[in-house]
Structure formats: structure tokens, C-alpha cells
């Protein structure tokens, strides 16, 4: 099976096609991310990173917790609670620093499923140690409180807690269920709150209570999942992006060897190729005038006008070839020095007429007059000029009008139009005529083969002066070339120093002297 250049091993430096299954896998992972989000269902390589969260957040709350139940079993004595009420607040903070000590040895261990479901059942029991701790609470009484001061006090101490737990611990499924069902339940046997409607009725608020938080705690742990969702597919897009910048170093570092590679090859083939050409272009032009003598075969003397023609032709395609690489490779130059526009596309209408005349071609040239000089690379100019000028002729059939316009523009600036009446360019081939060695269909039809650098070289070098090239054309109405110079680069006229009375007293000063030194030196 036959390959395009394209599609050979070595012109392969990025399969674009592997971009897109990249893309495709990266969107369906994101949304069965957000699918499992929404379900509760979290992904398992993300939940390694939520039990790692929960023990941090577990391992900075043991604090906040341990002065809860300090707080709890201080105000429980100001209010009448007996003594056992400070048994349970120290054993209760002994556990929950216990708690977070588990949470940090969890932290400082590696990573594996394994521990995962270990630690998970660890810490599944530590929540329901820490429920029977506060279902010892509910059970705890007062004699010195009235039933509801009891009740309403034993409530609170339980929402704050629940409150403190849901905001904590949420990153583990189920943590507040475990530890504050079996309290509700205790607390309501301890109120008697079947019989007591005060009981029932907290009962209930503690557990509607119970069942909001968890739902909150269920919302931010689908947040947390989210968010490690995020951050999974951001440094997995950081990671494509740091493949795609060393793709892009490597395919640099291999288009700068192509481009040395390119120079290197053109400037030693130059020399190859200018030597045998130019003795082509020798000897077939002595040929071909019969400076040695005459030639009896009419044919002979056809061949060397051949001979010499291509020969001309392919130094014209070496050197537009070496001009468009040097160009493109920044090795050109530019010597700018003032010049009148008008004057060098005179110039150039010149180089060009005999060629119309062969073809009864006119040349009308219309320029606005006193214009001032444009500081640019006459060269360059000239070559623009040359190859628009070129272009027009080749192009415009015969008997055919060229208008060549310099003129001002609105800005301020200069510019160059050649407008022919020629087949014209289709819209769509414009980009193409454009390109390197690109040819309009029509173009090639109607009239002699070019070498399709002539618009590329202008282009560069009208790029390079910081000027603008526009090519218009309608099919089977003609094209028009538009080159424009900036007004940067037109210079301003100075005009001439104003003759005052001070210059005319030092002109009459200095006329007797030289009157006198005339006289010494006739004597």
C-alpha cells in the first residue's frame, strides 16, 4: 500500500489522531466522574485521597471536640450534674485525642487498598466508641434540674456535637450515623420518651436533626469528591501539557536541523549549480549568434535559442529559490537608503517593456507628483516592482492594458498598484497563488509556466519594511497587485533655513575680506 510523504515514519512526529482518543477518554472519564459524584458513589482511586482527608480534618477537630466535652462536663457541674459527668468528659477527651493520635499514624503510613479497608473498619469503630460514649451522656441526670432544663441542656450539648461531627468527619460515609444513632436512642429511653411528650417531641427533633446533617454531610463529601475529580484531571492536563511542550522542543530542535540542513544543502548547490549553468548559458549563446562560425543545420541554431532559454529560465528558478530561503531563514538584509518610489517603478517599467511590446501590450503609468522619499532597500524595491510588473505581463493576454499607480495613501504612507485586464484569479485560489509555488488553475491554463515563488518573495519582503501586500482579483476581470509602504518610513522634507538680518550683516562683513585677500594676492 502506497503512503503520501505525509504519512511516512519519519515525517511522524505527533499521531494528531491519538490527541483525539485522548480527548475522548479524558470526557468520558469526566463524566463518569460526575455521574458516580452525583450518586454518592466515589471513584476507587479517589477514595484512598478522601480517607486521607478525613484524617487530617479528624487530626486538626480533636481540639475543637476535647474542649466541647471539657466545656460540657465544666458547665454540667455549675448546673447540678453529679460527679460522674467529669468522668465522662475525661474519658471522652482522653478518646478523642486517642482519635486523632489514630488519624496521624494513619497519615504516616503508605497508601494501599489494603490499609484502606483496615483503617476504614478502624475508624468505623472509633465513631461508634465515641457514640457510646455520648449515650452515656444522655443516661447522666440532674438533681438539681427541673425535667425540662435537663432535657433542653441534654439536646443542645447533642446538636452542637452532631454539628461539630458532620463538619468534621464528613469525608467518611456514614461517620455521623455511627456516632450519634445509638445516643438518640438512649436518650430517648433515658427521657422515657415514649410516655413523655416533651421527650418524644426532642427525640424526634434530635433525630430530624441526625438525618439533616447527614445529608450535609453526604452533600460536602460529593463536594470533596468533586473537587479531587478537578484536581485529578487538572494534573492530568498539566502532565499532556508538559508531553506536548517537549513534542513541540523536539519538533523545533528537528525543523531548526531541517532549516540548517535546507541552508547548508542550498548554499553548496548553489555553486554546483551556477558553474555548469553558466557554461550552458555560454556556450549555447555563442552557439546560437555563431561567433565561431557558421552553423549549416537550421535545427542546431533552434536548439542552442532552446538551450539558452531553459538555461535562463532555471537560473531564474535557482536564484528566486536561494532568495525566498535567505528570506525565510532571516539572512536577509535590508540597506535602506532614501528613494523615489516613482522613479525606481520607472525604472522598472523600463526592464519590462520590451517583453509588453512583444506581446502589444501598454503600460500606462500614473504618479502623483512631488512625493518624497521613502527610506527603504532600493534592492528590495525593485524586486517587488519587478516581480508585480513580471506577473502583469506574463498574464495579461495580448493586446491587453497594464495601469501602474504610486500615489499616497490615507494614512500617509506609499504605494505601488499594477492592474491588469487578465483571465483573473477564482477567490478561493488566492491563498493558494499566495503560497510557495503555488499557481491559479486558470493562470496555468492561459498563460506561460512560472515558477510560483514571484508573491511569496514579495510578500516577505514587503513584511520585512513593515508594509502591507493585498492581491484583488475577479475572475475574467483582471488582478490587482497592492503593495503599501507604512508612513514611518516616509520622509519628511525639510525645508530651507529662513534668511534673517543677522545672516545679512555677516554676508556683507565677510565680502570685504575677501574683496581685499582677492587684491593681495592679484598683487
Known amino acids: 500500500m502506497n503512503q503520501s510523504p505525509s504519512e511516512l515514519p519519519d515525517k511522524i512526529i505527533v499521531d494528531r489522531r491519538k ?72 474519658l471522652a477527651s482522653v478518646f478523642y485525642v486517642g482519635h486523632g493520635l489514630l488519624a496521624r499514624r494513619y497519615l504516616g503510613q503508605k497508601r494501599t487498598a489494603q490499609t484502606r479497608r483496615r483503617w476504614t473498619l478502624t475508624f468505623a469503630a472509633a465513631h461508634i466508641l465515641l457514640g457510646a460514649y455520648w449515650a452515656w451522656f444522655a443516661f447522666l441526670g440532674c438533681a438539681a434540674c427541673t425535667g425540662t432544663e435537663l432535657l433542653m441542656s441534654k439536646a443542645i450539648v447533642m446538636l452542637i456535637a452532631m454539628a461539630a461531627s458532620a463538619t468534621i468527619n464528613y469525608n467518611m460515609r456514614g461517620s455521623v450515623g455511627l456516632e450519634f444513632g445509638l445516643p438518640i436512642v438512649a436518650f430517648a429511653v433515658a427521657e422515657n420518651g415514649l410516655f413523655n411528650p416533651s421527650a418524644m417531641a426532642a427525640s424526634a427533633g434530635l433525630l430530624a436533626t441526625l438525618l439533616f446533617f447527614s445529608f450535609i454531610a453526604i452533600r460536602l463529601r460529593r463536594a470533596s469528591l468533586a473537587a479531587l475529580s478537578y484536581r485529578s484531571e ?18 523545533r530542535r528537528r525543523a531548526e536541523d531541517a532549516n540548517l540542513a535546507k541552508s547548508r544543502f542550498l548554499a553548496s548547490m548553489s555553486h554546483e549549480l551556477r558553474t555548469p549553468l553558466n557554461a550552458i548559458l555560454g556556450f549555447s549563446e555563442i552557439m546560437a549568434k555563431e561567433v565561431l562560425g557558421p552553423m549549416e543545420n537550421e535545427n542546431y541554431r533552434s536548439y542552442a535559442n532552446d538551450i539558452n532559454q531553459s538555461g535562463q529560465h532555471l537560473l ?20 535602506e537608503e532614501p528613494l523615489r518610489l516613482a522613479d525606481v517603478v520607472e525604472e522598472c517599467i523600463g526592464l519590462v517593456k520590451m517583453k509588453a511590446n512583444q506581446k502589444t501590450i501598454k503600460i500606462d503609468h500614473a504618479f502623483e507628483a512631488k512625493m518624497p522619499r521613502l527610506l527603504a532597500d532600493e534592492r528590495s524595491v525593485r524586486q517587488v516592482a519587478l516581480n508585480l510588473l513580471s506577473n502583469a505581463v506574463k498574464f495579461t ?23 491588469d485586464n487578465g483571465p483573473g484569479i477564482p477567490e478561493d485560489e488566492i491563498p493558494v497563488v499566495l503560497a510557495a509555488f503555488g499557481q491559479g488553475s486558470i493562470a496555468i491554463k492561459s498563460a506561460e509556466q512560472g515558477t510560483g515563488l514571484g508573491l511569496p518573495i514579495v510578500q516577505a519582503l514587503m513584511a520585512m519594511h513593515d508594509g502591507v501586500f493585498k492581491l484583488k482579483s475577479k475572475l475574467r476581470e483582471g488582478t490587482e497587485a497592492l503593495v503599501v509602504f507604512p508612513a514611518e518610513r516616509v520622509m519628511d522634507e525639510l525645508p530651507a533655513a529662513p534668511v534673517t538680518s543677522a545672516s545679512k550683516a555677516a554676508r556683507r562683513t565677510r565680502q570685504p575680506a575677501k574683496t581685499q585677500a582677492a587684491a593681495v594676492g592679484g598683487a
Open 316 to 335: 531564474k528558478l535557482i536564484n528566486e529559490i536561494l532568495d525566498l530561503s535567505r528570506i525565510e531563514a532571516g539572512k536577509q538584509e535590508l540597506i
Open 234 to 251: 487538572n494534573n492530568a492536563l498539566v502532565a499532556e501539557l508538559e508531553m506536548a511542550r517537549s513534542i513541540s522542543e523536539e519538533a
Open 397 to 419: 493576454p495580448s493586446g491587453g492594458n497594464i495601469q501602474v499607480k504610486t500615489g499616497w495613501t490615507a494614512s500617509g504612507g506609499q504605494y505601488i498598484s499594477v492592474k
Open 19 to 90: 490527541s483525539y482518543r485522548n480527548s475522548d477518554v479524558r470526557n468520558a472519564v469526566r463524566r463518569t466522574r460526575d455521574r458516580l459524584a452525583e450518586q454518592g458513589i466515589s471513584d476507587p482511586e479517589f477514595d484512598l485521597d478522601l480517607l486521607r482527608l478525613y484524617a487530617r480534618t479528624v487530626q486538626s477537630g480533636t481540639l475543637a471536640m476535647v474542649l466541647l466535652v471539657v466545656m460540657t462536663g465544666f458547665f454540667g457541674m455549675m448546673f447540678g450534674f453529679p460527679g460522674g459527668i467529669l468522668v465522662w468528659a475525661a
